[in-house]
Nanobody, 126 residues
Framework: QVQLVESGGGSVQAGGSLRLSCAVSGATYRYSKSCMAWFRQAPGKEREGVAAIDSDGSTRYGDFVKGRFTISEDNAKNTLYLQMVSLKPEDSAMYYC??????????????????WGQGTRVTVSS
């Protein structure tokens, strides 16, 4: 049973930083074909793709990120990260880690993802 557990969320002021972590257990962290991604969902809004890393290490980001976030992973620790800087109030949301059993990520379609964590909340105050 694959489990994804997020941590690192919290409350910060605008301009602040947070680093989210996603610990993967119950399976090999990196299959030859798997994509790891971060999504977020604010109240009343659809879930949107934030950042993803393909099986070959290629990364992709949502347009709104604009260089503020960095996705990375530590295969030895079975952990995915999202470093967020220059946070804005509109970044406030529940952030989810997800895994898609394909080698190329798709940030536009959350329904493709096979496994999800429970989420970690990020609140950015102005």
């Amino acid at each position: 049973q694959v489990q994804l557990v997020e941590s690192g969320g919290g409350s910060v002021q605008a301009g602040g930083s947070l680093r989210l972590s996603c610990a993967v257990s119950g399976a090999t962290y990196r299959y030859s074909k798997s994509c790891m991604a971060w999504f977020r969902q604010a109240p009343g809004k659809e879930r949107e793709g934030v950042a993803a890393i393909d099986s070959d290490g290629s990364t992709r980001y949502g347009d709104f990120v604009k260089g503020r976030f960095t996705i990375s992973e530590d295969n030895a620790k079975n952990t995915l990260y999202l470093q967020m800087v220059s946070l804005k109030p509109e970044d406030s949301a529940m952030y989810y880690c997800a895994r898609y059993l394909w080698h190329t990520c798709n940030l536009g379609t959350a329904s493709l993802y096979n496994y999800w964590g429970q989420g970690t909340r990020v609140t950015v105050s102005s």
